[in-house]
């Protein structure tokens, strides 16, 4: 198959109604520390059974149409000794990999942060590409500050995400690109907004820069919230502020939109998402999402590292997953939490 074949294929499969994205690429650091919340060590077998029952949740494959994978999970096998990678596609959920090494302060930039990785990409893909995956996740982070994220700072950060995004294609990888703006902070809504907007221009000049066929790749945003120590703002009055944002940024040709959580709490996230569907249905890209811990969380608490409750972590997720589904469609309603 050609590569820019392949491109299609994996566009094909992964944007879907009512089908969304799981982040569980958590690097070595995060999931200790998602680990040690409930008490769990992180060995690479805790890591291995904690994806495993992710991965393997009967059903969750009428809810998610692809999986982000940190790359240790791409050579490990579910309890029956099947490949994890292999255990998702049963499911038509398409196995995806992250590829950035984590950030570093941007030099001669205080407060602006810079993401690694792009040495050796291509050679990586290769091997990933053996190994079952057929996209790839890279992510910028923004943190918000009176006089941050710099010019400089937005700039470094979309070149980045647009050099990322070019050797995915060329290598027939489907890129997804992550600019997210942190909710840290005691900013408002609209300092969001702003911030969102610029670095959303940045972002989409450097991949025209760089050729990346938009058709061809995913946006991973954050939603437009009020900062962290504000009070929250309600998922209408989020919906039509990140929607504003998005078509004044997002061109019309990339076919799907999958928000992150950033520390949003499940419901939250589950409600914003379907507030987005119900006022942004007109819009010319799908409202999906990538959430990590707004899918996991429920899960991981219900798992605590025991075999035992592995069935009652799977429901965990897949009540989230089927809600997010709603969600998606503009069909979920908070009562259904209680069903
Ligand atoms: C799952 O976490 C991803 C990896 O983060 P680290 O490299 O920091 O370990 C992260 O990129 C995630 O995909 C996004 O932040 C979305 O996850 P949330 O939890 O914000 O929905």
């Known amino acids: 198959m050609s ?32 680990f040690q919340a409930i008490g769990v060590e992180s060995t690479e077998e805790n890591r291995r059974a904690y994806r495993s029952l992710l991965l393997s949740a009967p059903g969750l494959g009428a809810y998610i149409s692809g999986v982000i994978l940190f790359e240790e999970t791409l050579s490990q096998k579910t309890d029956d000794g099947r490949l994890l990678p292999a255990a998702a596609w049963e499911q038509k959920i398409v196995p995806g990999i992250k590829v950035d090494k984590g950030k570093i302060p941007l030099a001669l930039s205080p407060g602006d942060e810079i993401t690694q990785g792009l040495d050796g990409l291509a050679e990586r893909l290769a091997g990933y590409r053996e190994q079952g995956a057929r996209f790839a996740k890279w992510r910028e982070v923004y943190t918000i500050g009176k006089h941050l994220p710099s010019v400089t700072g937005m700039a470094a950060n979309a070149e980045m995400l647009a050099r990322y995004a070019a050797v995915c294609q060329s290598e027939g990888f489907v890129p997804i690109v992550e600019p997210e703006v942190l909710m840290d902070g005691d900013h408002g809504l609209e300092r969001c907004a702003d911030v969102t907007e610029a670095v959303l221009h940045a972002v989409f000049h450097a991949l025209h820069r760089h050729r990346v066929v938009l058709e061809h790749m995913l946006l991973k945003p954050s939603m437009v919230v009020p900062g962290k120590v504000q009070p929250k703002a309600g998922p209408e009055t989020v919906a039509a502020a990140t929607l504003r944002v998005l078509r004044r940024t997002v061109p019309a040709a990339v076919p799907s939109i999958h928000f992150l959580s950033g520390g949003q709490g499940p419901e939250e996230a589950t409600a914003n998402l379907d507030a987005l569907n119900r006022s942004g249905g007109a819009s010319p890209w799908r409202l999906s999402l990538s959430y990590g811990r707004a899918l996991q969380q429920p899960a991981l608490q219900a798992w605590g590292g025991k075999s035992g409750n592995v069935q009652a972590a799977q429901q965990a997720l897949l009540k989230r997953a089927r809600l997010n589904s709603l969600a998606m469609q503009g069909r979920y309603t908070a009562e259904m939490e209680n069903d």
């Open 3 to 34: 590569h820019e074949a392949a491109l299609q294929a994996t566009i094909g499969d992964l944007v879907q109604s009512g089908r969304g994205i799981l982040a569980a690429d958590e690097s070595a650091p995060t999931i200790a520390k998602r």
